[in-house]
């Protein structure tokens, strides 16, 4: 199983920071790296999938980067709705054992 | 709209079972991998199992192997997880996500609202 870890576990901002959260891979998982995001009571959203791909829809201020074994979201500018926890997913496993990391919840 | 929509969670005993069913109304959940993700109360994300397309291919998250079955009918656009041998730890709220290549690899780009399981005595 390929674990997947993320720092920090929680963090507070304020509006308009820019804000980058870390993953990272047990072993080297290429690109094949998604972001989430989940707001309590919520289901997860998907924000970025191949490690730095916007999903349709998310907006431009959320960025992903990183290759390998080591990844990040960043949020360029912090807006109050973007108050949530974000999860990274590995989807390199064959066959398709996915696993997520532990979260990061961004306090605002 | 494309949409998921989970139902079947209920309180049980431990030891028990139970079966959640996942329908998808708004689009054909026969062309797609289906997965089942689940979150116990005050914790993260576990992705518990997925199947393929033609229901082919099912895997599972060690914790679960043996005791949970992922199937679908894809003739009712429908996917289900039958849980057996219940446990106070299988305690989550259950989502049911479509599952999609997307670049390199899969994601899970359309999520239901999710079910609660409660195991208990």
């Known amino acids: 199983d390929i674990q997947m870890t993320q720092s920090p576990f929680s963090l507070s901002a304020s509006v308009g920071d820019r804000v980058t959260i870390t993953c990272r891979a047990g072993?080297?998982?290429?690109?094949?790296l998604n972001w989430y995001q989940q707001k309590p009571g919520k289901a997860p959203k998907l924000l970025i999938y191949a490690a730095s791909t916007l999903q349709s829809g998310v907006p431009s201020r959320f960025s992903g980067g990183g290759y390998g074994t080591h990844f990040t979201l960043t949020i360029s500018s912090l807006l109050p709705e973007d108050f949530a926890t974000y999860y990274c997913?590995?989807?390199?496993?064959?066959?398709?054992?996915?696993?997520f990391g532990p979260g990061t919840k961004v306090d605002i | 709209e494309v949409q998921l929509v989970e139902s079947g969670g209920a309180l049980v005993q431990p030891g028990g079972s139970l079966r959640l069913s996942c329908e998808a109304p708004?689009?054909?959940?026969?062309?797609?991998?289906m997965s089942w993700v689940r979150q116990a109360p005050g914790k993260g994300l576990e992705w518990v199992a997925n199947?393929?397309?033609?229901?082919?291919?099912?895997y599972y998250v060690d914790s679960v192997e043996g005791r949970f079955i992922i199937s679908r009918d894809n003739a009712e656009n429908s996917l289900f997880l039958q849980m057996n041998s219940l446990r106070a730890e299988d305690t989550a709220v259950y989502y049911c996500a479509r599952t999609r290549h997307l670049g390199m690899g899969y994601g899970m780009d359309v999520w239901g609202p999710g079910t609660t399981v409660s195991v208990s005595s």
């Open positions: 072993q080297s998982i290429g690109s094949y």
């Open positions: 997913q590995q989807s390199f496993s064959s066959p398709p054992l996915f696993s």
């Open positions: 199947i393929k397309y033609d229901g082919s291919e099912t």
């Open positions: 708004g689009f054909t959940s026969s062309r797609y991998w």
